[in-house]
């Protein structure tokens, strides 16, 4: 080999090594949010001079922030923290729900820039949701001050089953007007960007799987108790779908045999009773719960809500112990806007699962996310897939990379910690 070969393939060998490194620093940058210098000498397992000389670089190109935390009272200056400056790269997060659609914007510190809520019909059609998403990702753009070009990817949360190839929704009429939806398109052809969609509880298994993964890394339930119920389930950082992407439509198990037919075709289904929609229906003509905010408000105060509402979580609570007697999960955490009726909600499930014989009493737990779990899991997932959403510190190493596989839900994570009050 000549000296001038020679010289090209050590030159060659050092920048795709370089590259290399860049890319392991930003991958556990982007699963962490913030991380010290030590935290990423050990997460990445390069040399502290590697990892200072990749931060350098980073920095010199204007991707990275730095901040010193408050100290907690003990001794010494606590070490500075570095994450990935929102010039790098933001994420979009779409959440469909049955009467509202919300968006979120977020950088890859795990920040909440911005968000916007809008209440929706109930019987609000595709089209109609489809230009109130887009007018939000404009205004929330606007108002986090971000340039469009930084959007790294979108991902969409759906309450409704979703087809694990197509992405479409797997059952038609469950949430009806986006039976034939192309919102996902839409949003990619708008912005230039990738979009995934996802079903909502499971986006609310995975943001709190990853928020705060089990000691024992075992499966996190999540249970929405919203308009509908739905439940999600992740092991360690993958979700659970099943076969077609059904898993979880745990809504549809039967609460009361032979009982009132369900849209869904069968009788007695949990969600008639559990679900708020159900409860408003009980509620009809009362005058005194019109909203599931009216519900939640009332329900300490009128007696004919506190019925419904106990009703309905008194069968959930029974069935979700027959879902944590076969599943034995490490944890189950409650999510959706129900979560605000509190202890009305809470202390009936925990009553159930604390009498169960098999083992010490399941943890139980209130999202700390409440009604935006869905919200952050679509979020965490844009995050933290650097393979998926290219974001602008690794846009030379991607070039070479090979594509990413079809499912960007199975490469494993660890942990970020969503962070940001939405203004
Ligand atoms: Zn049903």
């Known amino acids: 080999m000549s000296d001038n070969a020679q010289r090209r393939t050590v030159h060659a060998t050092s920048g795709a090594l370089r590259a290399a490194n860049r890319a392991r620093v930003v991958q556990v940058l982007r699963r962490s949010g913030w991380a010290t210098r030590s935290e990423l000498t050990h997460h990445t397992g390069l040399s502290r001079a590697t990892v200072s000389s990749v931060l ?24 500075a923290q ?32 911005a968000e916007r809520w809008v209440d929706v019909p109930h019987d609000h059609t595709a089209a109609s949701g489809t230009r109130i998403v887009l007018r939000s990702i404009e205004e929330a753009v606007e108002q986090a001050g971000i340039d469009a070009d930084e959007l790294v990817g979108a991902a969409v949360s759906i309450a409704a089953p979703v087809a694990t190839d197509s992405g479409r929704l797997a059952v038609p009429g469950v949430l009806p007007g986006w039976n034939e939806s192309t919102l996902a398109d839409t949003v990619a052809t708008r912005w230039g960007i990738p979009v995934v969609t996802e079903n909502d509880a499971n986006l609310g298994a995975l943001g709190e799987a990853v928020a705060r993964p089990p000691a024992d890394g075992g499966d996190v339930l999540f249970v929405k108790v919203a308009s509908r119920i739905g439940l999600g389930s992740a092991r360690g950082t993958t979700i659970v779908r099943g076969r077609n992407g059904y898993a979880g439509e745990f809504g549809h198990v039967t609460a009361r045999p032979g009982g009132e037919p369900c849209w869904c075709g069968r009788r007695g289904c949990l969600e008639l009773y559990a679900g708020g ?72 499930i ?13 943890e139980l737990s209130v999202s700390p996310f409440g009604e935006r779990a869905s919200l952050v899991g679509a979020l965490t997932v844009v995050l933290t897939e650097p393979h998926r959403f290219a974001d602008r510190s690794q846009a030379a190493a991607l070039r070479s990379a090979p594509p990413p596989g079809p499912d960007p839900f199975r490469a494993p994570l660890t942990r970020p910690a969503l962070r940001g009050v939405p203004s």
């Open 350 to 362: 925990r009553r159930e699962l604390d009498a169960l014989p098999f083992g010490p009493p399941t």
């Open 82 to 113: 570095v994450a990935l400056d929102t010039s790098a790269g933001t994420a979009i997060a779409v959440d469909i729900g049955v009467r509202h659609v919300a968006v979120a914007v977020g950088d890859l510190s795990h920040s909440v820039l």
């Open 277 to 348: 929609d159900g409860m408003l229906r009980r509620l009809a003509g009362s005058g005194v719960a019109g909203s599931l905010a009216e519900l939640v408000g009332n329900a300490h105060s009128s007696p004919a809500v506190r019925r419904v509402v106990d009703v309905g979580v008194a069968e959930l609570a029974r069935a979700l112990t027959d879902v944590v007697v076969v599943l034995d999960p490490a944890r189950v955490v409650l999510g959706g806007e129900l979560t605000a009726l509190g202890d009305l909600l809470v202390d009936p």
């Open 56 to 79: 350098g670089e980073l920095a010199q190109r204007g991707l990275i922030a730095q901040r010193r935390q408050a100290g907690d009272g003990g001794k010494g200056r606590p070490p």
